[in-house]
């Protein structure tokens, strides 16, 4: 890779020719690499989504709800032609269609956890949508469905870890009703502040009621800020903006987020922030997007990681909080002025504006997300000396990493993430994830029914991104090599793993450009 900048920030490696057979959970019962450092472990799980009306065999044309549409459609309709194959729903879901998660995926997926990872997590983050999507029409969730799901859930996971494992949950956005839409001491929360009583320390239990985020101590030195990120995206139109001179809820949220983190430097604690929806120009309003950056640059001292679900892709985002919002959305070299890159930006605003429910459809935009995070990657700028400064020494003040986990739902294969930590009296240093799937396609022609689910490594970012942290200097390194280096072999291998490996299988992909998701 001859004289390319990147060369040396990283030791990267290519991907062995074995990468497509991944390699099995490995843990040591020390807890201690060959150095003698203590690793701890945390694990993340989200957007579970169980749909308790889903049928196995049913057609996925009915959100997997009913039997043989498709073919009672043909029947009544001899002109009624489809331009896809729709197979119809797996046992354990229905990859790269919208239909949700079935019990038993759920159910399989936590007793996996139980078996392999109960004894050995610190805590758990549990980053929201336990309820399904409302994609059938003609079986509509409701409230009390929505209230249903949350509670059957939390009576899984209290089942899963019952040796007190710490949990901390947040707020999804089809965790309310109307999904999307919360207020100021919404009349949902109560609910959510009893079903979570093990969950919210007693003291943090009034300022949850008044807006459904709470911070949680985890040992001596980390303290865990989780937000209600539905006050600050674009479909809830019930709050106003997060602007200093606009008062309401989504305003008070930022206030309590920036005293929060004082507060946390005050008594010398690292902070984790954990949220369904991640930071982005796509999803927050321009006011929230910029408080959010501008508030966590000023910690970045005290700010270990950043936390998120929702978009079921395996990514971080990365931002330069001197960019604009603009100047993060479309700038990227001379690329990003070209008229191509403009009708992108416009395209996914407007697919997202429809009819309110449109959030990420899972196969007509994965191509313009992927090329709006190159161009992101490519357009922050090299902080102050980040090529010449030894390891453990970057400034890294102006840079925020947000890493997003892929979901439990099988929108691509279902996933787990295990991170990996270090903590001493400065606070925990996150070192680096593996990240865990089940191939349910494979699983469901291979296994026998009474055989129960496994998940597999399916990467690491110590192996297999040679990342020797997750700081946000480490990250940016990463993505300027992955797509600034004279190879795409790994960013080939990064989309790969974005997309939880189902690019190496045959999905069909959906040609009906006028149906609306609501992840």
Sequence with gaps: MGGHPWQGCLRFKKPSSSSNHPKQPHYDNDNDNDNGTNYHYFMQITDFHID???KEGTSVKTACHRYAELQQQKQQDPLFKTTRKHNPAGRFGAPFEKCDTPLELAQQTLNWVARNWKD??????????????DWDRKESRKRNHILTLNRLVTDMMSDTFDNGIPIIPCLGNNDIYPHNRIVGHDDILPFFVNL??????????NTFLQGGYFTKDIGKNLRIISLNTMYFIKKNKAVQSCNINKEGPARDHMDWFDTTLKQAEKDKK???IIGH??????DYRTSCFRQYLNITSNHNNIIAGHFFGH???DHFLLYDSQHSTNEIVSTSGT????????????????????????????SRNIERYVDW??????????????QKTPPGEEDDQNLVAIHVSPSILPVYYPTVRIYRYTDSLQGPTLLGYDQYYANITRWEQDHLLEKPLEYELEYSTESDYDLKDLSAPSLFKFAKYMIEGESDTMWNAYTRNMFVRTQNETFPIDDDDDEDDNY
């Excluded at 995070?373 to 922050?380: E, G, K, P, T």
């Design 196 to 205: 979570w009583q093990d969950y919210i320390p007693s003291n943090e239990r």
């Design 335 to 362: 690329m990003a002025t070209t008229k191509k890159k403009k009708k992108l930006i416009q395209q996914m605003k407007e697919e997202e504006e429809e009819d309110g429910h449109v959030d990420f459809h899972i």
């Design 277 to 282: 929806v991640p930071p982005s120009p796509r």
């Design 270 to 272: 690292r902070v984790f």
């Design 120 to 133: 050995k997590v610190d805590f758990v983050i549990w980053t929201g949508d336990n309820s399904r999507h």
């Design 311 to 313: 978009l079921n892709m």
């Design 373 to 386: 995070l190159r161009d992101m990657y490519a357009s922050i700028e090299v902080p102050k000396d980040t």
């Design 52 to 54: 308790l009306n889903y």
